[in-house]
Each structure stands twice: as C-alpha cells, then as structure tokens.
C-alpha cells in the first residue's frame, strides 16, 4: 500500500511565499504531481517529479527526493487567487499500470 | 481544449435507487478513472479502465460497478444507493502511457437520502 502524508491546513500572506510539504512510503515509485483544486471546481495539473530535483514553473515550483520519500511545493509571491486545496499524488506500478494515489490535501487560505 | 465530461453537476437521489453518472471524454484518452471526494479523506480511487471493455478495482469498489463500453465514455454506477454514498464523484481521464496527467471532469455532487 502507499502511504501520504501532507499537512491539512497552512496560511500565508499575499505576495509572501510558502511551502507545502508531502511525505510519501510506496512501491514501485516511478512519479509524483501536484494539483491544484480551488473550492468546488475539477483539480488542474501543476507540475510533475520523477528525478530527484526542482522543478521550476513561473511561481510554482516543485521538488523531490525519492531517498528521503520526499517532495514540497514552492509558491512565491502569494496571490489571493493561490487560494486552494494543493493535492499531492504518487504513481507506482499497479498491474503494469500506473495509478496515482492522493494525499488528502492542503488547504492553503492566502490572506492580504 | 482538452475536456471530460460529466452528465450531471448535481444529483439526489433516494436510498435503494440504482444510479447511474456518465462521463465522456473527447481525448482519445485509453485510461479513465473514477474517483470520490470527501472532506479530509481526499480523492480515493473507485475503479479505473485500461481501455474498452477493460475494468480494474481501486481502493474503495465496494458497492459501485462501472461500464466502458466505448473509449470516450466510462460510467459509474451504484447498483443500490445508501447514504455513505453521499460525496462528491471525480472523473478522470490520460493517454495510455502512463506518464501523463490527468484531466478531470468538474465533478458531480451526489446526495443520497
């Protein structure tokens, strides 16, 4: 089974930056994304680590450690529109097919 | 745009009823996933289809079956609705390969009562 953990809920001040971290233990590792999924809209892909490394995309950036069972996300300078749930997923072998496993989601509430 | 499809936003229904939610996909994606929702238990996995006519159980198959019929359109159904199924449904689709996103539908809201 797979296990992933992120932390429920963070706050932060517009323009600041912020990191989300997500711990995983899994099999058969071969990925992990990022979503982004604002209140009762379809989550949307961020960003994607198979390579130990940064990620970098505009604002966001990812990273990961596939020794330490490791990754954050990185937003900089915060916009009140960042607000959301940022959902970690790790992908392993299942069958020959890769499934992505969810964390349960950080809430990130950006305020002025 | 890229776009999946799903028939209804919101749903209620009443227990015992047999329900059905269609999603469709026009990406000539070979995978396709059905997921639920809940506060603080994140999206779980129902079931998911490799291809036509091909099905896989995910973390939580209990008390749901799906149908894939064609390879734009993968339903869910709840062959007899309780109230634990109340919860919002997440369809999601990718290319065959594995190394690819995926997309997701808006979602459909199902109550149950």
């Known amino acids: ?112 | 745009d890229v776009k999946v499809t799903q028939s209804s936003r919101y749903l209620v229904k009443r227990t015992g009823e047999k329900v059905f939610l269609e999603c469709v996909q026009d990406m000539d994606h070979e995978n396709m996933f059905w997921y639920r929702q809940d506060p603080g238990l994140g999206l779980r996995l129902i079931y998911f289809s490799y291809d036509v006519k091909m099905k896989e159980k995910g973390d939580i198959p209990e008390g749901y079956s799906v149908s894939r019929e064609k390879k734009e359109r993968f339903s869910l159904i709840l062959e007899s609705a309780s109230t634990n199924q109340t919860s919002m449904y997440l369809c999601a689709s990718r290319t065959g390969t594995g190394n690819e996103k995926l997309f997701f539908g808006s979602g459909t809201q199902l109550s149950v009562l």
Not at chain 1, 25 to 45: D, V
Request: contains cysteine.
């Open chain 1, 1 to 112: 089974g797979q296990n992933i953990d992120q932390p429920t809920e963070m706050t932060a001040t517009e323009g600041a930056i912020v990191q989300i971290n997500c711990t995983y233990q899994t099999s058969g590792f071969n990925g992990l994304f990022w979503y982004q999924q604002h209140a009762g809209e379809a989550p949307t892909f961020l960003s994607y680590n198979v390579l130990d490394g940064l990620e970098e995309k505009g604002r966001f950036s990812s990273f990961l450690s596939r020794s330490k069972g490791y990754s954050y996300l990185l937003l900089k300078e915060l916009q009140m529109k960042d607000s959301a749930s940022y959902l970690c997923a790790v992908r392993s072998a299942s069958g020959g097919s890769y499934i992505p496993t969810f964390g349960r989601g950080t809430s990130l509430i950006v305020h002025p």
